[in-house]
Protein backbone atom coordinates (compact mmCIF):
# COMPACT_ATOMS: atom_id res chain seq x y z
CA UNK A 1 0.00 0.00 0.00
CA UNK A 2 1.58 3.51 -1.32
CA UNK A 3 2.16 5.57 2.13
CA UNK A 4 1.11 9.09 1.92
CA UNK A 5 0.86 12.37 4.55
CA UNK A 6 -1.67 14.98 4.58
CA UNK A 7 -1.29 19.00 4.65
CA UNK A 8 -3.71 21.02 6.04
CA UNK A 9 -3.24 24.45 6.46
CA UNK A 10 -5.68 28.14 7.00
CA UNK A 11 -3.77 31.22 6.98
CA UNK A 12 -6.74 33.70 7.03
CA UNK A 13 -10.11 34.15 9.22
CA UNK A 14 -11.87 34.67 6.13
CA UNK A 15 -10.43 31.01 4.75
CA UNK A 16 -11.85 29.57 8.04
CA UNK A 17 -15.53 30.71 7.63
CA UNK A 18 -15.80 29.84 3.68
CA UNK A 19 -15.53 26.27 4.62
CA UNK A 20 -12.14 25.36 4.08
CA UNK A 21 -11.35 25.35 7.54
CA UNK A 22 -8.96 22.62 8.59
CA UNK A 23 -11.28 19.70 9.50
CA UNK A 24 -13.06 20.16 6.21
CA UNK A 25 -9.73 19.97 4.53
CA UNK A 26 -8.69 16.85 6.34
CA UNK A 27 -11.95 15.00 6.05
CA UNK A 28 -11.47 15.78 2.08
CA UNK A 29 -8.20 14.71 2.44
CA UNK A 30 -9.07 11.10 4.08
CA UNK A 31 -11.74 10.15 1.89
CA UNK A 32 -9.45 11.04 -1.39
CA UNK A 33 -6.73 8.31 0.52
CA UNK A 34 -9.55 6.18 1.16
CA UNK A 35 -10.70 6.18 -2.33
CA UNK A 36 -7.50 5.63 -4.05
CA UNK A 37 -5.88 2.84 -1.48
CA UNK A 38 -3.27 5.17 0.25
CA UNK A 39 -2.28 4.58 4.01
CA UNK A 40 -2.31 8.38 5.83
CA UNK A 41 1.13 7.76 8.02
CA UNK A 42 1.23 11.60 9.55
CA UNK A 43 -0.79 14.66 9.29
CA UNK A 44 0.83 18.18 9.29
CA UNK A 45 -1.35 21.55 10.19
CA UNK A 46 -0.31 24.83 10.01
CA UNK A 47 -3.21 27.39 11.53
CA UNK A 48 -1.79 31.01 10.86
CA UNK A 49 -4.60 32.34 12.46
CA UNK A 50 -3.56 31.00 15.53
CA UNK A 51 -1.48 33.81 17.74
CA UNK A 52 1.59 31.25 17.56
CA UNK A 53 1.28 31.72 14.11
CA UNK A 54 4.15 30.75 11.49
CA UNK A 55 4.62 27.51 9.00
CA UNK A 56 6.50 25.45 11.68
CA UNK A 57 4.29 21.78 10.39
CA UNK A 58 5.13 22.82 6.82
CA UNK A 59 9.10 22.58 8.16
CA UNK A 60 8.61 19.45 10.02
CA UNK A 61 7.11 17.81 6.91
CA UNK A 62 10.33 17.83 4.56
CA UNK A 63 12.49 16.70 7.55
CA UNK A 64 9.73 13.90 7.66
CA UNK A 65 9.53 13.22 4.11
CA UNK A 66 13.64 13.87 3.58
CA UNK A 67 13.96 11.42 6.94
CA UNK A 68 11.64 8.35 5.57
CA UNK A 69 12.04 9.00 1.45
CA UNK A 70 11.91 5.28 0.70
CA UNK A 71 8.85 4.55 2.05
CA UNK A 72 6.96 7.68 1.95
CA UNK A 73 6.18 9.12 -1.38
CA UNK A 74 3.29 11.38 -1.35
CA UNK A 75 1.51 14.21 -0.34
CA UNK A 76 -2.08 15.10 -0.34
CA UNK A 77 -3.28 18.65 0.07
CA UNK A 78 -6.54 20.71 -1.01
CA UNK A 79 -5.01 22.78 -3.88
CA UNK A 80 -1.70 24.45 -4.68
CA UNK A 81 -1.86 27.77 -2.81
CA UNK A 82 -2.37 25.59 0.63
CA UNK A 83 0.90 24.27 0.13
CA UNK A 84 3.07 27.05 -1.41
CA UNK A 85 3.77 30.40 0.53
CA UNK A 86 6.21 31.19 -2.39
CA UNK A 87 8.79 30.14 -5.04
CA UNK A 88 10.96 29.02 -2.22
CA UNK A 89 8.36 26.02 -0.98
CA UNK A 90 7.95 25.15 -4.73
CA UNK A 91 11.46 24.71 -5.02
CA UNK A 92 11.47 22.67 -1.77
CA UNK A 93 8.82 20.28 -2.27
CA UNK A 94 9.73 19.65 -5.68
CA UNK A 95 13.37 18.76 -4.84
CA UNK A 96 11.94 16.29 -2.54
CA UNK A 97 10.80 14.16 -5.52
CA UNK A 98 7.59 13.05 -4.14
CA UNK A 99 3.94 12.94 -5.81
CA UNK A 100 2.19 16.30 -4.85
CA UNK A 101 -1.61 15.11 -5.17
CA UNK A 102 -3.87 18.71 -5.58
CA UNK A 103 -6.85 17.05 -4.67
CA UNK A 104 -9.67 20.08 -5.67
CA UNK A 105 -7.65 20.89 -8.48
CA UNK A 106 -7.48 17.22 -9.64
CA UNK A 107 -3.60 17.26 -10.48
CA UNK A 108 -0.70 15.45 -9.79
CA UNK A 109 2.82 17.09 -9.59
CA UNK A 110 5.74 14.59 -9.33
CA UNK A 111 6.88 11.46 -10.69
CA UNK A 112 3.13 10.60 -10.76
CA UNK A 113 1.88 12.74 -13.33
CA UNK A 114 0.85 12.90 -16.73
CA UNK A 115 3.75 13.78 -19.06
CA UNK A 116 2.16 17.08 -20.07
CA UNK A 117 1.62 17.66 -16.26
CA UNK A 118 5.36 16.88 -16.05
CA UNK A 119 6.26 19.56 -18.96
CA UNK A 120 3.85 22.16 -16.90
CA UNK A 121 5.08 21.40 -13.70
CA UNK A 122 9.18 21.45 -14.74
CA UNK A 123 8.10 24.83 -16.76
CA UNK A 124 7.16 26.66 -12.98
CA UNK A 125 10.37 25.17 -10.88
CA UNK A 126 12.65 26.16 -13.54
CA UNK A 127 10.78 29.70 -13.74
CA UNK A 128 10.96 29.59 -9.70
CA UNK A 129 14.40 28.49 -9.36
CA UNK A 130 15.81 30.98 -11.84
CA UNK A 131 13.67 33.52 -9.72
CA UNK A 132 14.77 32.82 -6.58
CA UNK A 133 18.17 32.71 -7.27
CA UNK A 134 18.19 35.95 -9.02
CA UNK A 135 17.41 37.25 -5.60
CA UNK A 136 20.00 35.77 -3.77
CA UNK A 137 22.83 37.31 -5.90
CA UNK A 138 24.46 38.52 -2.82
CA UNK A 139 28.06 37.71 -3.36
CA UNK A 140 27.84 39.84 -6.74
CA UNK A 141 26.79 42.50 -4.59
CA UNK A 142 29.58 42.23 -2.33
CA UNK A 143 31.91 41.79 -5.42
CA UNK A 144 30.44 45.33 -6.50
CA UNK A 145 30.15 47.44 -3.61
CA UNK A 146 34.25 46.39 -3.35
CA UNK A 147 34.84 47.68 -6.86
CA UNK A 148 32.75 50.72 -6.38
CA UNK A 149 35.45 51.43 -3.41
CA UNK A 150 38.20 51.23 -6.08
CA UNK A 151 39.68 47.15 -5.07
CA UNK A 152 39.50 45.23 -7.93
CA UNK A 153 37.57 42.34 -7.01
CA UNK A 154 38.74 39.76 -9.03
CA UNK A 155 41.74 37.15 -8.54
CA UNK A 156 43.74 36.98 -11.55
CA UNK A 157 45.29 40.27 -11.99
CA UNK A 158 47.30 41.71 -15.24
CA UNK A 159 51.34 40.95 -15.28
CA UNK A 160 53.03 43.77 -13.05
CA UNK A 161 50.58 43.27 -9.97
CA UNK A 162 50.21 40.74 -7.11
CA UNK A 163 47.97 40.65 -4.85
CA UNK A 164 48.99 41.50 -1.11
CA UNK A 165 47.50 41.15 2.48
CA UNK A 166 47.30 44.04 4.03
CA UNK A 167 45.38 44.55 7.10
CA UNK A 168 43.31 41.19 7.02
CA UNK A 169 42.28 42.52 3.02
CA UNK A 170 43.54 41.21 -0.04
CA UNK A 171 44.76 44.34 -1.84
CA UNK A 172 46.56 44.31 -5.11
CA UNK A 173 50.32 45.95 -4.86
CA UNK A 174 52.73 46.45 -7.89
CA UNK A 175 54.83 43.17 -8.39
CA UNK A 176 58.30 44.40 -8.41
CA UNK A 177 59.51 40.99 -10.46
CA UNK A 178 57.21 42.11 -13.38
CA UNK A 179 56.69 45.33 -13.34
CA UNK A 180 59.21 46.51 -16.11
CA UNK A 181 57.82 44.16 -18.32
CA UNK A 182 54.87 45.58 -18.39
CA UNK A 183 55.80 49.18 -18.32
CA UNK A 184 58.61 48.98 -21.36
CA UNK A 185 55.72 46.67 -23.62
CA UNK A 186 53.91 49.57 -23.27
CA UNK A 187 56.64 52.03 -24.11
CA UNK A 188 58.19 50.28 -26.94
CA UNK A 189 54.79 49.76 -28.92
CA UNK A 190 53.76 53.46 -28.52
CA UNK A 191 57.16 54.29 -30.42
CA UNK A 192 55.38 52.46 -33.54
CA UNK A 193 58.14 50.89 -34.06
CA UNK A 194 57.58 47.03 -32.81
CA UNK A 195 54.54 44.94 -34.11
CA UNK A 196 53.33 42.07 -31.53
CA UNK A 197 55.41 40.23 -32.57
CA UNK A 198 58.86 41.86 -32.31
CA UNK A 199 57.47 43.02 -29.24
CA UNK A 200 57.51 40.12 -27.86
CA UNK A 201 61.09 39.05 -29.18
CA UNK A 202 62.71 42.86 -27.71
CA UNK A 203 61.02 41.89 -24.12
CA UNK A 204 62.40 38.00 -24.22
CA UNK A 205 65.92 39.58 -25.85
CA UNK A 206 65.89 42.53 -23.03
CA UNK A 207 65.41 39.45 -20.45
CA UNK A 208 62.26 41.27 -19.20
CA UNK A 209 60.17 38.00 -19.45
CA UNK A 210 60.60 35.62 -16.95
CA UNK A 211 58.18 32.47 -16.75
CA UNK A 212 58.90 31.52 -13.15
CA UNK A 213 58.93 35.30 -12.26
CA UNK A 214 54.59 35.47 -13.54
CA UNK A 215 52.02 34.36 -10.94
CA UNK A 216 50.19 31.28 -11.21
CA UNK A 217 46.76 33.64 -11.43
CA UNK A 218 47.91 35.84 -14.61
CA UNK A 219 47.61 32.01 -16.06
CA UNK A 220 50.07 32.99 -19.14
CA UNK A 221 51.31 29.83 -19.73
CA UNK A 222 53.04 31.09 -22.92
CA UNK A 223 53.74 34.58 -24.51
CA UNK A 224 51.76 34.91 -27.29
CA UNK A 225 50.12 37.81 -29.58
CA UNK A 226 46.80 37.43 -27.47
CA UNK A 227 48.48 38.20 -24.57
CA UNK A 228 50.56 40.80 -25.46
CA UNK A 229 46.96 42.64 -26.89
CA UNK A 230 45.46 41.96 -23.69
CA UNK A 231 48.14 43.29 -21.58
CA UNK A 232 48.19 46.60 -23.99
CA UNK A 233 44.38 47.02 -23.86
CA UNK A 234 44.15 47.24 -20.11
CA UNK A 235 43.45 50.26 -18.37
CA UNK A 236 44.26 49.01 -15.11
CA UNK A 237 48.08 49.58 -15.90
CA UNK A 238 47.21 53.49 -15.72
CA UNK A 239 44.66 53.43 -12.50
CA UNK A 240 41.05 52.08 -13.80
CA UNK A 241 39.76 48.54 -14.53
CA UNK A 242 36.42 47.03 -15.63
CA UNK A 243 33.96 44.82 -13.54
CA UNK A 244 30.85 43.46 -15.12
CA UNK A 245 31.02 46.12 -18.16
CA UNK A 246 31.33 48.95 -15.51
CA UNK A 247 34.50 51.23 -15.32
CA UNK A 248 35.64 51.99 -12.25
CA UNK A 249 38.37 54.01 -10.91
CA UNK A 250 40.96 52.00 -8.54
CA UNK A 251 42.67 52.40 -5.40
CA UNK A 252 46.46 50.81 -6.58
CA UNK A 253 49.13 52.57 -7.87
CA UNK A 254 49.37 53.04 -11.45
CA UNK A 255 52.40 51.68 -13.36
CA UNK A 256 51.62 53.86 -16.38
CA UNK A 257 50.34 57.36 -17.47
CA UNK A 258 47.26 58.28 -19.05
CA UNK A 259 48.87 59.75 -21.53
CA UNK A 260 51.08 56.58 -22.85
CA UNK A 261 47.93 54.19 -22.45
CA UNK A 262 46.39 56.71 -24.82
CA UNK A 263 49.07 56.99 -27.29
CA UNK A 264 49.23 52.87 -27.50
CA UNK A 265 45.76 52.56 -27.88
CA UNK A 266 45.97 54.68 -31.17
CA UNK A 267 48.54 52.68 -32.48
CA UNK A 268 46.89 49.62 -31.39
CA UNK A 269 43.78 50.44 -33.79
CA UNK A 270 45.65 48.42 -36.96
CA UNK A 271 44.35 45.78 -39.01
CA UNK A 272 46.98 43.08 -37.08
CA UNK A 273 45.20 43.81 -33.51
CA UNK A 274 41.49 43.40 -34.93
CA UNK A 275 42.85 40.18 -36.46
CA UNK A 276 44.27 38.72 -33.36
CA UNK A 277 41.10 39.67 -31.00
CA UNK A 278 39.16 38.69 -33.65
CA UNK A 279 40.76 35.23 -33.64
CA UNK A 280 41.29 34.90 -29.55
CA UNK A 281 37.76 36.43 -28.83
CA UNK A 282 35.69 33.73 -31.14
CA UNK A 283 33.55 31.49 -28.95
CA UNK A 284 33.64 27.43 -28.82
CA UNK A 285 30.19 26.58 -29.37
CA UNK A 286 30.10 23.66 -27.66
CA UNK A 287 32.53 24.56 -24.79
CA UNK A 288 31.47 23.14 -21.55
CA UNK A 289 28.80 21.52 -22.77
CA UNK A 290 29.90 18.22 -23.38
CA UNK A 291 31.33 15.07 -21.78
CA UNK A 292 32.67 12.21 -22.81
CA UNK A 293 31.02 8.91 -23.04
CA UNK A 294 33.74 6.69 -22.42
CA UNK A 295 35.57 8.44 -19.87
CA UNK A 296 33.24 11.09 -18.85
CA UNK A 297 35.75 13.55 -18.45
CA UNK A 298 35.36 17.15 -19.82
CA UNK A 299 35.74 17.74 -23.95
CA UNK A 300 37.42 20.75 -24.21
CA UNK A 301 38.06 23.49 -27.64
CA UNK A 302 40.82 23.96 -29.30
CA UNK A 303 41.54 25.86 -32.76
CA UNK A 304 43.59 25.20 -35.49
CA UNK A 305 44.86 26.76 -38.48
CA UNK A 306 44.80 24.56 -41.38
CA UNK A 307 47.98 24.88 -44.21
CA UNK A 308 45.20 26.38 -46.30
CA UNK A 309 45.39 29.26 -43.72
CA UNK A 310 41.73 28.37 -42.83
CA UNK A 311 40.88 28.59 -39.02
CA UNK A 312 38.67 25.77 -37.31
CA UNK A 313 37.52 24.28 -34.30
CA UNK A 314 37.86 20.75 -32.72
CA UNK A 315 36.45 19.06 -29.75
CA UNK A 316 38.79 16.64 -28.31
CA UNK A 317 38.58 14.64 -24.52
CA UNK A 318 41.00 15.54 -22.36
CA UNK A 319 42.17 12.60 -21.69
CA UNK A 320 42.82 11.30 -24.86
CA UNK A 321 45.53 8.95 -26.00
CA UNK A 322 46.20 8.76 -22.21
CA UNK A 323 43.42 7.07 -20.91
CA UNK A 324 41.01 7.47 -23.42
CA UNK A 325 40.17 6.43 -27.30
CA UNK A 326 37.85 9.49 -27.89
CA UNK A 327 39.17 11.20 -31.08
CA UNK A 328 38.76 14.74 -31.70
CA UNK A 329 35.65 15.73 -33.70
CA UNK A 330 35.19 19.14 -35.84
CA UNK A 331 32.77 21.64 -34.68
CA UNK A 332 31.49 21.25 -38.25
CA UNK A 333 30.01 17.30 -37.28
CA UNK A 334 28.69 18.23 -34.01
CA UNK A 335 26.84 21.88 -35.48
CA UNK A 336 25.31 19.17 -38.16
CA UNK A 337 23.86 16.72 -35.86
CA UNK A 338 22.70 19.77 -33.18
CA UNK A 339 20.62 21.26 -36.23
CA UNK A 340 19.27 17.84 -37.50
CA UNK A 341 18.11 17.41 -33.77
CA UNK A 342 16.49 20.66 -33.41
CA UNK A 343 14.61 20.42 -36.79
CA UNK A 344 12.86 17.63 -34.72
CA UNK A 345 12.51 19.57 -31.78
CA UNK A 346 9.06 21.44 -34.06
CA UNK A 347 5.93 21.39 -31.35
CA UNK A 348 2.46 20.44 -32.41
CA UNK A 349 0.06 23.49 -31.22
CA UNK A 350 -0.98 21.57 -27.92
CA UNK A 351 2.15 21.38 -26.52
CA UNK A 352 2.74 25.45 -26.86
CA UNK A 353 -0.65 25.58 -25.27
CA UNK A 354 1.11 23.90 -22.09
CA UNK A 355 3.73 25.91 -22.05
CA UNK A 356 2.02 28.96 -22.44
CA UNK A 357 -0.36 27.56 -19.59
CA UNK A 358 2.69 26.80 -17.60
CA UNK A 359 3.94 30.34 -18.15
CA UNK A 360 0.76 31.90 -16.92
CA UNK A 361 0.08 29.66 -13.83
CA UNK A 362 3.88 30.34 -12.62
CA UNK A 363 3.02 34.33 -13.26
CA UNK A 364 -0.22 33.54 -11.08
CA UNK A 365 2.01 31.82 -8.87
CA UNK A 366 4.43 34.83 -8.55
CA UNK A 367 1.59 37.38 -8.35
CA UNK A 368 0.05 35.94 -4.87
CA UNK A 369 3.89 35.26 -3.42
CA UNK A 370 6.01 37.30 -4.21
CA UNK A 371 4.22 40.74 -5.35
CA UNK A 372 2.66 40.40 -1.70
CA UNK A 373 6.43 40.62 -0.40
CA UNK A 374 6.99 43.80 -2.08
CA UNK A 375 4.20 45.11 -1.21
CA UNK A 376 4.70 44.73 2.51
CA UNK A 377 7.92 46.51 1.56
CA UNK A 378 6.59 49.19 0.68
CA UNK A 379 4.31 49.76 3.45
CA UNK A 380 6.74 49.35 5.66
CA UNK A 381 8.58 51.98 3.90
CA UNK A 382 5.97 54.25 3.54
CA UNK A 383 5.40 53.88 7.47
CA UNK A 384 8.93 54.70 8.11
CA UNK A 385 8.30 57.76 5.79
CA UNK A 386 5.81 59.11 8.11
CA UNK A 387 7.89 58.18 11.23
CA UNK A 388 10.50 60.10 9.62
CA UNK A 389 7.76 63.26 8.91
CA UNK A 390 6.44 62.49 13.07
CA UNK A 391 10.23 63.12 14.39
CA UNK A 392 10.75 66.32 12.29
CA UNK A 393 7.51 68.22 13.44
CA UNK A 394 8.44 66.80 16.64
CA UNK A 395 12.30 68.34 16.57
CA UNK A 396 10.70 71.60 15.10
CA UNK A 397 8.16 71.82 18.66
CA UNK A 398 11.25 71.30 20.28
CA UNK A 399 9.49 67.88 21.96
CA UNK A 400 13.00 65.71 21.29
CA UNK A 401 16.59 66.66 21.62
CA UNK A 402 18.47 67.22 18.97
CA UNK A 403 20.31 63.91 19.83
CA UNK A 404 17.68 61.98 19.82
CA UNK A 405 16.39 63.28 16.35
CA UNK A 406 19.43 62.54 15.03
CA UNK A 407 19.42 58.77 16.13
CA UNK A 408 15.91 58.49 15.08
CA UNK A 409 16.73 59.70 11.28
CA UNK A 410 20.06 57.82 11.11
CA UNK A 411 18.32 54.73 12.12
CA UNK A 412 14.99 55.26 9.38
CA UNK A 413 17.22 56.77 6.91
CA UNK A 414 19.20 53.59 7.05
CA UNK A 415 16.07 50.96 7.13
CA UNK A 416 14.28 53.01 3.92
CA UNK A 417 17.40 52.75 2.30
CA UNK A 418 17.70 48.97 3.11
CA UNK A 419 14.54 48.37 1.56
CA UNK A 420 15.35 50.40 -1.46
CA UNK A 421 18.12 48.14 -1.92
CA UNK A 422 16.07 45.12 -1.46
CA UNK A 423 13.05 46.51 -3.82
CA UNK A 424 15.90 47.01 -6.62
CA UNK A 425 16.53 43.41 -6.28
CA UNK A 426 12.81 42.73 -6.71
CA UNK A 427 12.98 44.54 -9.68
CA UNK A 428 15.86 42.83 -11.06
CA UNK A 429 14.57 39.35 -10.44
CA UNK A 430 10.95 41.09 -12.28
CA UNK A 431 12.97 41.50 -15.37
CA UNK A 432 14.80 38.21 -15.75
CA UNK A 433 11.72 36.07 -14.73
CA UNK A 434 9.78 37.95 -17.76
CA UNK A 435 13.10 37.76 -20.33
CA UNK A 436 13.27 33.68 -19.13
CA UNK A 437 9.32 32.79 -19.49
CA UNK A 438 9.41 34.95 -23.06
CA UNK A 439 12.91 33.17 -24.06
CA UNK A 440 11.30 29.40 -23.07
CA UNK A 441 8.49 30.48 -24.90
CA UNK A 442 10.56 31.65 -28.25
CA UNK A 443 12.85 28.68 -28.43
CA UNK A 444 9.79 25.85 -28.19
CA UNK A 445 8.39 27.73 -31.30
CA UNK A 446 11.60 28.01 -32.93
CA UNK A 447 14.74 26.80 -31.83
CA UNK A 448 15.93 25.13 -35.07
CA UNK A 449 15.39 28.40 -36.70
CA UNK A 450 17.04 30.85 -33.72
CA UNK A 451 19.83 28.60 -34.07
CA UNK A 452 20.49 28.44 -37.97
CA UNK A 453 20.15 32.08 -38.06
CA UNK A 454 22.58 32.47 -34.63
CA UNK A 455 25.97 34.03 -34.99
CA UNK A 456 28.52 31.93 -32.98
CA UNK A 457 28.05 33.79 -29.78
CA UNK A 458 24.08 33.12 -29.80
CA UNK A 459 24.74 29.81 -30.93
CA UNK A 460 26.50 29.10 -27.95
CA UNK A 461 23.83 30.83 -24.98
CA UNK A 462 21.43 29.18 -27.19
CA UNK A 463 22.76 25.80 -26.38
CA UNK A 464 23.83 26.42 -23.19
CA UNK A 465 20.29 26.97 -22.42
CA UNK A 466 18.86 24.54 -24.13
CA UNK A 467 21.50 21.21 -23.09
CA UNK A 468 22.75 19.66 -20.09
CA UNK A 469 24.82 16.85 -19.60
CA UNK A 470 25.68 16.28 -23.63
CA UNK A 471 28.22 13.61 -24.61
CA UNK A 472 29.77 12.66 -27.27
CA UNK A 473 30.59 9.35 -28.37
CA UNK A 474 32.59 8.71 -31.41
CA UNK A 475 31.28 11.13 -33.74
CA UNK A 476 28.04 11.31 -32.54
CA UNK A 477 26.35 14.10 -30.22
CA UNK A 478 24.59 12.06 -27.47
CA UNK A 479 21.81 14.94 -26.55
CA UNK A 480 20.10 15.79 -23.67
CA UNK A 481 18.03 18.69 -23.32
CA UNK A 482 17.53 20.92 -20.05
CA UNK A 483 14.72 21.21 -18.02
CA UNK A 484 12.18 22.00 -19.29
CA UNK A 485 13.20 20.58 -22.60
CA UNK A 486 13.83 17.51 -21.76
CA UNK A 487 9.88 17.27 -21.27
CA UNK A 488 9.29 19.32 -24.79
CA UNK A 489 11.13 17.10 -26.70
CA UNK A 490 9.95 13.50 -24.88
CA UNK A 491 6.38 15.12 -25.50
CA UNK A 492 6.73 15.17 -29.31
CA UNK A 493 7.77 11.93 -29.04
CA UNK A 494 5.72 10.08 -26.47
CA UNK A 495 2.17 11.90 -26.84
CA UNK A 496 -0.08 11.68 -29.39
CA UNK A 497 -1.44 15.18 -29.77
CA UNK A 498 -3.50 15.00 -32.47
CA UNK A 499 -6.30 13.04 -30.49
CA UNK A 500 -5.22 15.10 -27.26
CA UNK A 501 -4.11 11.79 -25.28
CA UNK A 502 -1.33 10.86 -23.47
CA UNK A 503 -0.20 7.89 -25.22
CA UNK A 504 0.73 6.47 -21.70
CA UNK A 505 -2.42 7.53 -20.01
CA UNK A 506 -2.83 7.68 -16.35
CA UNK A 507 -6.30 8.81 -15.03
CA UNK A 508 -6.17 11.40 -12.58
CA UNK A 509 -8.51 10.78 -9.46
ZN1 LIG B 1 37.40 10.39 -22.79
Redesign the pocket.
Known amino acids: MKKAVIYVRVSSKEQKEEGYSIPAQKRLLWDFAKAKGFEVVKEFEDDETAKSSGRKSFGEMIKYLEDHSKTVNIILVEKTDRLYRNFKDYVKIDELGVSVFLVKENEVVGKDASSHQKLIHGIKVLMAKNYIDNLSEEVKKGFNQKALLGVYPGSSLPIGYKMAKKDNKCLPEIDDNNKNLAIKMFEYYATGLYSATALIDKVKSEGLFIPENIPHASRMSSFTKASVFRILKNPFYYGEFYWNGKKYTGTHQPLISKDLWDNVQKRLNRYEYKKAIRFNNLPFVFKGLL???????T?TAERKIKPSGKEYVYYR????KR????KPVSEETLDKQIVEALKGLKLPDKTILYLKEALKESFDLKKNTVDKTKEDLLKAKQSLEKKLGKIYEDKLDEVITIDFYNKMFGDYTQRIEDIDNTLKKFQTADYNYYQLGANILELSKRAYFLYKNANLEEKQELLSFLLSDSQLKGETLLIKYKKPFDRVFVATKSCDYRSGRDSNPRPLP
Open positions: TCAECGRICTKYECSQ
